[in-house]
């Protein structure tokens, strides 16, 4: 059903800029106003959130990772698994309902953890893309890694979903054996690739969207607690922020993942014109078995340990578009709900 919503749009510029392409969604395409979006589905688990998703009736659902657990380097067994998932009536009924994209994480790229010397990562993206039924003609099919951009919706309220691969071209992390982190820091280690980066910097650069959204399989902003993390390749990290603060585009927040939790993150950022927020939804089918405190100097509001997806509500009734965020879960319940504005003084009076 992609193609219904999508058509391609190709750009080529100089070889300074190695060829860069991007793919676009025709501006004629309906406002987006509410955006759905989650992580860490389990193909196995027989309770999942898409009838409840479809329920909220989003204009789009954004897969942020882990939307399988594939685990192998058996590329038969891994697009069985994504057959499964697929056929499930109930995932087969938002699809007819709803316009879904997305990204992997670890268990979906095949490999726990994992990073670039993934051998079957090739055809372990092919599979992901079919599974999001990604039209042939979208340039992602023939470049390496999978991090992709789509535009919505005409002038003034244009929104901007960009999609970051935090798996290709991660470098490697070696194991923490003196203290509870799973990881030690790779101080010179990079997570998405030069070419992801000079991608990234074109997508930012001048770009006319009114809002623009990253999604990272993996959190941006929290950084204390002892799992994967961008913290744990403290460069890309913060050329990250300063990417943004460079490019300074419109309206940006962060979609992130993998964590079985659902959290807000905020950090200000000098020079940035807006709180920057990272809001994660994670675990559409299973959470953590048991409650434990965990730091996060940046957390805005509680952590919610529960089965849950994310709900982005958009207010274009204004002068800079206005956020309600909402974690929800079974039956319509909503465990965390918060407001978020990008003008500056108007969140901080807040």
Known sequence: MTSKYYFLLTIII???CHNIQRSEVESTAPII???AFGSCSHQDNPEQLWTEITK???DLLILGGDNIYGDTHDMTLMKARYDKQ???PEYQNL????PVIGIWDDHDYGMNDGGKHFSKKDSSKWLMLDFLD???????????GAYNAYSY????????VILLDTRYFRDTLSADTLTSARYLPNKDGDLLGEKQWQWLEYELTDSDADMHILVSGIQVIAAQHDFEKWSNFPQSRERLFKLLVKTHPANTLILSGDRHIAEISKIDLEGLPYPLYDLTSSGLTHTWSEVWPEENKYRVGEMVIKRNYGLVQINWQQSSPGIVFQVKGHNDSTFLEHHISFDKAHAEAN
């Open 56 to 58: 909220a009736q989003p």
């Open 95 to 98: 699809l007819n309902t709803v």
């Open 86 to 88: 697929k056929s499930r």
């Open 153 to 160: 919706g005409p002038k003034n309220k244009k929104i901007k």
């Open 14 to 16: 100089g070889s300074a």
């Open 33 to 35: 106003n509410t955006i």
């Open 134 to 144: 990604v039209p042939a003609d979208n340039p992602v099919w023939r470049r390496e």
